[in-house]
């Protein structure tokens, strides 16, 4: 089997030397907050007070406080700063710096959504005239299509991303309601928690209602394709608010489908057009393609710290960072610039300090599949725990191709084609689907560039086009002699799989397989299955 | 000392009682343990509301 | 009723894949066109020298080997079909042709490819997958066209020389259609109120069409017609009509099984099915065939993999609209356990026949093979039945 060198930090961490002991059974949040040595506390302080600043200035604005009353999953954010301290685990210099920079960067961004969300809805804010200029996507799309709209003009809602992504990662029993509910109208229980939860939000009405025209996509799996039928029933038949739906190819490395998928993205800004009566702006659709290049270049730039024995930005932080900005935001608002170069230039020095996030790196892996909503810090256990380090996640891994940037007459056309392939390889689907090489192929192409020895497998039990290729990963990981860790789990369901059963399948493998003996044994079992 | 001379010193005491209390409900936790507490009873006002549930 | 003449020739030819008139379509030379989905268009694949063999796994049993390479969280269709293509029992086919439709089944016939489970001695032999429209525009019209070009018709003839001319794919049409219309007249006498066919004998004739080399098939079809056309129906009525709707049904024993308590299968809205898959397609003489034959099926597609409102509201009327044609009394809504598409369809479509259009439902998942778990799926189609006797009565009408 493949083996790659240890790597023993030579510094010890600062402050306490085993975070598991902040856990306590009997409470569902933690027994209190790490010791990192005083400068870092006092830095993990700072961000502490800041998050609590964007929660109150989010809560005195009237709106908001009665759409908290309305809106169940609304309670999640109340755990916000517990959500934080799940990013931030063992971590201390340039790494926590990272991780509070990322995050607590989405999490602005998330409230902003929210207050976006109560202003234009007719049940909370009601404020028809900005309701008027929203257009609704589904939390798993790309927003391409809105590139070239003025964002003070037009304001894209990605009504889900509040409701049930973001307030899943926050509060892991909030989405069970909604499950019950979709299964209750007879959805059935194998399907894809994360669509069926959100067709339960609708079919419970627990959707803000705001919009002049919403556009739904195909975008991740057969299971999101389809609860995107149901909620679009509600909008349009109940709530009058005319819905699109944006088909993207599934083949999308075949060249044969990209002028149809060019076809499809034109079709959606006509329609945008339509309803809004806005019209699009090349100047500004330039200016976001740039900025998206800027944010691909900085990603390879981080995948290539990555790539060296001391990684960086990894983890749940990173992953969720790129989801934000490459599929949410798509160039559109500036901010991330500023916060992308942030980030890279704190990955950079923490490289050439040779930073470590753990007393030794023993492995190194890729981690592949799609990650569990409700044990989001399970990258940094992992490294904390077992000295496995995250190389990168397959959500991480995405389009790394230049788009045209230059207003001309040949690349306005070309802007079309860009789009389509921007949104065809959106994050999971660029390797979920479109046949099997980009899934299982691209892992090993990718093991090798990163130097991997371990791949961490996520088989997220409801994913089937991931579960499909089971026995083919388990057969070329053994040719190829390459470790494979399958760790299942149902994304965001915590009945189907505690977190600790989660933590077990890791613990199982490294004893059992590997031989090894934890490198922080007080994080080996962590109370925390009835945590928030 | 007069009254001029001891304002720094009141927004000294303001800023290191406000860090006091701050840091102590940050260390212990005491933010997230409050709000676990409140939880349930939240959790009750929203199972208690109507909804128009339809598929 | 009498035993129709053919009946068990029929039924023995869906005994296995590889059947007797796949063999004898080899021993003419045909080249066998294996497929997965009904979204394919069928014509294309029976151009002269060819013919289409839609894969089916009949009598499907242990599932453990496609089970360690899919996992048991996929649907059973996609793992039996794995299983029985590992067990060689798909060595005829000279090429696959999958569309990127549902998701596990694409992967079963991608773990098909992986494993080498077909063509080992043929050169000739290829897998093309395709993509499929997912909205009936214009525009899906052409990828259609684009993807039937590329991944149909310029592998059949650079492989194997089939001629891929519009001439050609027009007498595949016009084949097609023959099968489309004898099996079309043999449903209507589903319509009668004293049925001269039952819902099983039906479900038979029609799925050998798709699991048969049809040229192979249209005298025996056209014997049975003439059989039908005099056949004594049984004196007493069908207690309760139904219209069966949902995934692929390949095992007829499901119908059997829902007509034995009861039931009359009066209509059929499964992939795999008459409707929409037996409609027979009109052409023109002004616009070329493969557009023609590409923009039928993506009109008449009832696949819920087809997003856009206009259809996904239209599968709901489709249904209702079949069943008052075909005087049902109620609606069963089947979903092949595990499969993703038909699970959100089932859903929506039960609540939309019940409240919008009125019929009684009838929502269920059930297995592959349905003699695995026959005891469930009864004691559902029974109760569904007697509530249905108990709605006749208070109305007024027979039980």
Known sequence: MKTVEKVVNPVKRAGEQSPGKIYNENLKVRARREWRGVKDTFYDYTRWLYLIFVLARFIVVPRNIKGFFRYRWMMSYLFVPHGMDKFTIGLRDEALRIA???????IADVTQAIANCFRGDRRVGNDKAYSGKCVITDENSMVTFMMGFDTDKVHTILREVPTMFASNIFHQFNVMHYLDIAQQYGIPGDVCPMPEAEAGISIEDDFCVLGCCAVQNNT?????????????????????????????????????VLEYAAQEIKNAIEFVEKHTGEKWNWDTYFTAARRVNDATRCR?????????PYPQFFGAAFSLYNDTNYMGNSGRNADFVTIDHKLLALAQKGYENKRMYAKEYRHRAIVWGVQPQYVIDMLYWMVQCWGVMPLTDMLSVINTDMIAEVDTPENREQAYRDMAMLNMEMIMRNHTHGGFKVLVDDLWELCEQMNADIVMMWEHMSCKALTGMHGQFEEQARARGIHIMWVSH???????????????????????????EPLDPSLEIIPDNEAY | MSKIAKIPLILLGAVLGFFVVTFTIYFFNLDMKATALLAPFLEKWYDRMEHNQYI | MRDLKHLLYFENLLQEANNALVAQAKADGKVCIAYTCENVPEPLLNLDGTCSIRLSAPHTGSLDIATYYMTNLLCEPSRALLERAIEGGFSFADCVITPDGCTMINRAVENMELLETMGKNNPRFFHSYMEIAFKNTPNDVDLSVLQCTNHILKPLQENYGIDVSDAAIRKAVADHNRICELIRAIGEFRKEQKPRITGYEFHVLCLATYVCPKYLLIDKLEETLEELKTREPEDKEPRVRVLLVGSEVDDSGLVKLIEEQGAFVCCDRFCFGSYPGRVPIVLNDEEDALTQVCRHYIQNCQCPRMMNQEKVYGRKAYVAELAREYNADGVIYEQVKFCDPWAYERTLGSAMLQHDYGFPVLSVDRPYNIASSSGQMRTRVQAFVESMEIKKIQRGGNA
């Open chain 1, 490 to 516: 149902d994304l965001c369901d915590p009945r189907v799989f505690t977190r600790q059963a989660i933590r077990d399948q890791v613990n199982s493998y490294m004893r059992t397989v590997m031989r090894e």
């Open chain 1, 220 to 256: 991740t799996c057969d299971g999101s394709l389809m609860g995107n039928g149901i909620i679009a029933k509600r909008l349009e038949r109940e709530y009058g608010i005319p819905t699109y739906q944006l088909a993207t190819p599934l083949r999308h490395k075949e060249p044969d």
């Open chain 1, 300 to 308: 390879i730039a981080q995948m290539e710290i990555n790539s060296t």
């Open chain 1, 100 to 106: 509070h920079t990322s995050f607590n960067f989405v």
